[in-house]
């Protein structure tokens, strides 16, 4: 099992907070999967506005989860690091799905999974899940460029 700390996700991704999405990853085949960890808590900026009296993760933020997710491994595989001077671009999302709200307590798992690579651009199936249970899933695709 390959095992990703938050320094070491700080150095692969240029995110810092409150746009930092990924706490830690669990395990990791480069070229081939990852899986990441999200622990949601109530003192996210972003509860304050959605939903004060019912705070629920807006779901482009779950996406955007999912999109770091494959940006490190993108970066895992590629052997790049943030300061290499790059950066990955999120560059489209297709078959969209949500499926359970993401709410304070909640703890989301991702895994991403390489579909294909076709000329610097790479294609992700991901789903985030919540207690086993799906939250979101989607197809991603990232590139990275100096």
Same mark, same amino acid.
């Given at each position: 099992?390959?095992?990703?700390?938050i320094n070491q996700i700080k150095e692969l991704l240029p995110h810092r907070y409150p746009f930092l999405l990924i706490d830690r990853v669990v395990d990791y085949t480069m070229d081939e999967s990852l899986t990441a960890i999200k622990n949601i808590t109530v003192n996210e900026p972003f509860f304050q506005g959605h939903f004060p009296h019912q705070p629920?993760?807006?779901g482009v933020?779950? &996406?955007e989860a999912m #999109?770091?997710?494959c940006g490190v491994l993108c970066s895992l595989s590629l052997g790049k690091?943030?300061?290499g001077g790059g950066v990955y671009y999120f560059v489209g999302?297709?078959?969209a799905r949500f499926k359970k709200p993401a709410t304070p307590g909640d703890q &989301?798992?991702?895994? #991403?999974?390489?579909a294909?690579?076709?000329r610097g651009i790479w294609k992700f199936d991901a789903t985030a899940y919540i207690d086993d249970e799906v939250c979101c899933q989607a197809s991603l695709m990232c590139t990275y460029k100096e």
């Amino acid at each position: 099992m390959s095992q990703v700390d938050i320094n070491q996700i700080k150095e692969l991704l240029p995110h810092r907070y409150p746009f930092l999405l990924i706490d830690r990853v669990v395990d990791y085949t480069m070229d081939e999967s990852l899986t990441a960890i999200k622990n949601i808590t109530v003192n996210e900026p972003f509860f304050q506005g959605h939903f004060p009296h019912q705070p629920i993760m807006p779901g482009v933020l779950i &996406l955007e989860a999912m #999109a770091q997710a494959c940006g490190v491994l993108c970066s895992l595989s590629l052997g790049k690091s943030f300061g290499g001077g790059g950066v990955y671009y999120f560059v489209g999302i297709d078959n969209a799905r949500f499926k359970k709200p993401a709410t304070p307590g909640d703890q &989301l798992v991702i895994k #991403a999974s390489v579909a294909r690579k076709i000329r610097g651009i790479w294609k992700f199936d991901a789903t985030a899940y919540i207690d086993d249970e799906v939250c979101c899933q989607a197809s991603l695709m990232c590139t990275y460029k100096e």
